[in-house]
């Protein structure tokens, strides 16, 4: 890995692969699925891992491996792997350490493709788990089992947007010899680096705010260097790898992340705030308003409150959905991290499986709206909001 020189939006924008001899400035896009060796003996060589170098894409190609160290760079970590989707990442990340009899302990918010690895894939291979809650720490020890191997969370929490305490979890996971695994996808790298914390593998879906335009799905996983060496081994032999494409194109959006994120939290603040002073909304969590019970931590460790905003309208589930049904402009998709604002409403979509018990462990309230706040002008986004509250009061 290339090492740190210079500060954030330096690294993002300057570090790129080497310039072939047409020197090219932007980096060009290497869409070929081998590459030639010179010799017999280079082949071998590459193959015993003796030298590095590129042999088919499955395992490493110019652009995947320019994204990687991007990553690393900005994450803070030594070594990662890219892959097809963030579901691709949280899978390997996982499966490349787990076995039958092993254990998980993982936050109970966690994304719902996520759970269902935890909850119906990985008890088929005898792997099992057990959830605590954010806002719960007192509970984590006493859930560690002697065949726990991993500690999964996210942090800022999906909707609720809860925290936990990385640095408090770096030293629990290191206390019992845990690899602690954070999916770190709401607040991209440029908000918060698990790893400083201790984080041994920070995970990433880089189709939101990474991509940050709605365009192309893609997964990393990023940490030691030992354990990353697990990681590629278990991809380059299950498959799961990102195409030199989409690559490409999420080096070029790195190139632009801390800007779009200074916007995306500054509206989001704004957003947070207006909404707190408005009758017709019970509350509004956003990890950087001075009300949010973990705001303290959220300063520490967070450089900023992220693009989402949750807040709880009044009325119930029927004016939750009359809101999104009054949105003008602010679309409803179950997409986040866009420059377009985006407004969902969990209780009846992406968690309306879920009974209202279990809704309410996570933080679900009926009501409850997350808004991931785009690059629109700010008065535009609120005023779609405004009038979206009061056509959805009738
Ligand atoms: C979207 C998301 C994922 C899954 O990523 P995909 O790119 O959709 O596969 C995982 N974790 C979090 C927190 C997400 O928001």
Same mark, same amino acid.
């Given at each position: 890995?290339?090492?740190?020189?210079?500060?954030?939006?330096?690294?993002?924008?300057?570090?790129?692969?080497?310039?072939?001899?047409?020197?090219e400035?932007?980096?060009?896009l290497?869409?070929?699925?081998?590459?030639?060796?010179?010799?017999?003996?280079?082949?071998?060589? +590459?193959?015993?891992?003796?030298?590095?170098?590129?042999?088919?894409?499955?395992?490493?190609?110019?652009?995947?491996?320019e994204?990687?160290?991007?990553?690393?760079?900005?994450?803070?970590?030594?070594?990662?792997f890219?892959?097809?989707?963030?579901?691709?990442?949280?899978?390997?990340?996982?499966?490349?350490?787990?076995?039958?009899?092993?254990?998980? +302990?993982?936050?109970?918010?966690?994304f719902?493709?996520?759970?269902?690895?935890?909850?119906?894939?990985?008890?088929?291979?005898?792997?099992?788990?057990?959830?605590?809650?954010?806002?719960?720490?007192?509970?984590?020890?006493?859930?560690?089992?002697?065949?726990?191997?991993?500690?999964?969370?996210?942090?800022?929490?999906?909707?609720?947007?809860?925290?936990?305490?990385?640095?408090?979890l770096?030293?629990?996971?290191?206390?019992?010899?845990?690899?602690?695994?954070?999916?770190?996808?709401?607040?991209?790298?440029?908000?918060?680096?698990? =790893?400083k914390?201790?984080?041994?593998?920070?995970?990433?879906?880089?189709?939101?705010?990474?991509?940050?335009?709605?365009?192309?799905? /893609? /997964?990393?996983?990023?940490?030691?260097?030992?354990?990353?060496?697990?990681?590629?081994?278990?991809?380059?032999?299950?498959?799961?790898?990102?195409?030199?494409?989409?690559?490409?194109?999420?080096?070029?959006?790195?190139?632009?992340?801390?800007?779009?994120?200074?916007?995306?939290?500054?509206?989001?603040?704004?957003?947070?705030?207006?909404?707190e002073?408005?009758?017709?909304?019970?509350?509004?969590?956003?990890?950087?308003?001075?009300?949010?019970?973990?705001?303290?931590?959220?300063?520490?460790?967070?450089? +900023?409150?992220? /693009?989402?905003?949750?807040?709880e309208?009044?009325?119930?589930?029927?004016? /939750?959905?009359?809101?999104?049904?009054?949105?003008?402009?602010?679309?409803?998709? =179950?997409?986040?991290?866009?420059?377009?604002?985006?407004?969902?409403?969990?209780?009846?979509?992406?968690?309306s499986?879920?009974?209202?018990?279990?809704?309410?462990?996570?933080?679900?309230?009926?009501?409850?709206?997350?808004?991931?706040?785009? +690059?629109?002008?700010?008065?535009?986004?609120?005023?779609?909001?405004?009038? =979206?509250?009061?056509?959805?009061?009738?």
């Open positions: 890995m290339p090492s740190k020189k210079t500060n954030f939006e330096t690294d993002a924008i300057r570090h790129q692969s080497e310039r072939s001899d047409f020197r400035h932007s980096v060009p290497y869409l070929t699925s081998s590459f030639v060796f010179n010799d017999a003996e280079q082949a071998r060589a +590459l193959f015993a891992d003796e030298i590095p170098g590129n042999i088919y894409t499955r395992f490493s190609n110019p652009n995947t491996t994204l990687i160290e991007k990553l690393c760079l900005l994450e803070g970590t030594e070594d990662g890219v892959t097809a989707s963030g579901m691709s990442a949280m899978f390997i990340s996982m499966a490349s350490f787990l076995k039958s009899g092993d254990h998980v +302990l993982a936050s109970r918010s966690i719902g493709s996520t759970h269902q690895i935890l909850n119906t894939i990985f008890p088929r291979w005898g792997i099992t788990h057990t959830y605590a809650d954010l806002n719960d720490t007192e509970s984590w020890e006493s859930k560690i089992q002697p065949n726990t191997k991993m500690i999964f969370v996210e942090t800022p929490s999906n909707p609720a947007l809860d925290l936990i305490d990385l640095e408090w770096g030293k629990l996971a290191d206390k019992h010899r845990l690899i602690l695994n954070v999916d770190n996808c709401f607040a991209t790298p440029y908000l918060q680096n698990p =790893a914390w201790g984080a041994h593998l920070v995970t990433h879906s880089a189709t939101k705010f990474i991509d940050g335009q709605g365009r192309v799905m /893609g /997964g990393a996983v990023l940490g030691k260097k030992e354990l990353i060496k697990e990681v590629r081994f278990f991809a380059r032999h299950s498959g799961p790898s990102m195409s030199p494409f989409n690559a490409w194109i999420l080096s070029k959006s790195l190139e632009t992340l801390a800007v779009r994120m200074e916007q995306h939290c500054a509206s989001a603040l704004k957003i947070a705030q207006w909404l002073k408005n009758n017709e909304v019970e509350y509004v969590k956003y990890p950087f308003l001075e009300s949010h019970p973990k705001f303290q931590l959220a300063k520490k460790q967070m450089r +900023l409150g992220g /693009g989402m905003v949750t807040f309208i009044k009325g119930g589930v029927d004016r /939750g959905r009359k809101f999104l049904n009054a949105l003008k402009m602010i679309s409803h998709s =179950a997409n986040l991290g866009d420059t377009r604002s985006i407004a969902t409403h969990p209780a009846s979509t992406t968690h499986k879920l009974t209202d018990a279990e809704r309410a462990a996570v933080g679900i309230t009926p009501g409850l709206i997350r808004v991931s706040v785009g +690059l629109e002008n700010i008065e535009d986004i609120l005023n779609d909001i405004q009038q =979206a509250i009061i056509s959805s009061k009738n």
